[in-house]
């Protein structure tokens, strides 16, 4: 199947991200949101970004101008009727990727494709949710998205074989690897991700060390880029906390409970770099 043109719903972070990876690669690209001016301020935001390229000298303004130009600010879901693939984008939310689902669902042609970004939630579910359950496939990307080559990618137990491999080979097109994930919870990267992250916070509930002393240790100990509080802080604290509730409600291990440090944090809206206050302070 050929991809032409790409419907993204969901303009934050990671949907901004999408839209500009799909766009530099030559896709025409449909942009929905809540409403439009939260479009155009994510559009806004991916021109900011590439013109700091520019002006490093890692782009011309002749790729910008093409990426941008592929870019389509729209009101609604309405205005995806044409599009070859749609991918929702939004909060890691059940009930909310359900309902966008249903949507999506009915206003795209009958021969697209549905995608989801969804980093926890089971494709199977949301493709029950949906007219063509053999056409829904799970694409994880990782954040941020133009910078990190990983796409993980979900097929639903529904899944046609010959629709993931269209899928596959067009992230792949898109300058990204692809792996293939079971449809389990927290798929490959967050069921590995996740409980290490709440572990820190456990770890430091116990008095094994502050936050500062367990990020050193594992930046120069182990040599990540950032320890694991610095990491939550960007993936966001609402979103770790709602993928570990999926992994210990999936699975049923009482190991993937979330930490009760994890919860307060979030109670409090102190969700990470985006509010400006997670377990560090920017």
Known sequence: ???????????????????????????????????????KKALGGIEKRLGKAVAKGRMEQAAVDKIMANLHPVEGIADFKDVDIAIEAATENIDLKLKLFKGLDEAIKP??????????ISITLMAAATSRPDKVVGMHFMNPVPVMKLVEMIPGLQTDDAVFEDVVKLAQTWGKTTTVSKDFPGFIVNRLLIPYLNEACFAHTEGLGTIEDIDTSIKLGLNNPMGPFALADLIGLDTVLAIANVLHDGLGDPKYRPSPMLIKYVEAGWLGRKTGRGFLQY
Do not use: H, R
């Open 111 to 120: 021969e697209a494709i549905l995608a989801s970004n969804t980093s926890s």
């Open 1 to 39: 199947m050929e991809f032409k043109k790409i419907g993204v719903l969901g303009t934050g972070q990671m949907g901004a991200g999408i839209c500009q990876v799909a766009a530099a690669a030559g896709c025409e690209v449909l942009m929905a949101d809540l409403n439009i001016d939260i479009v």
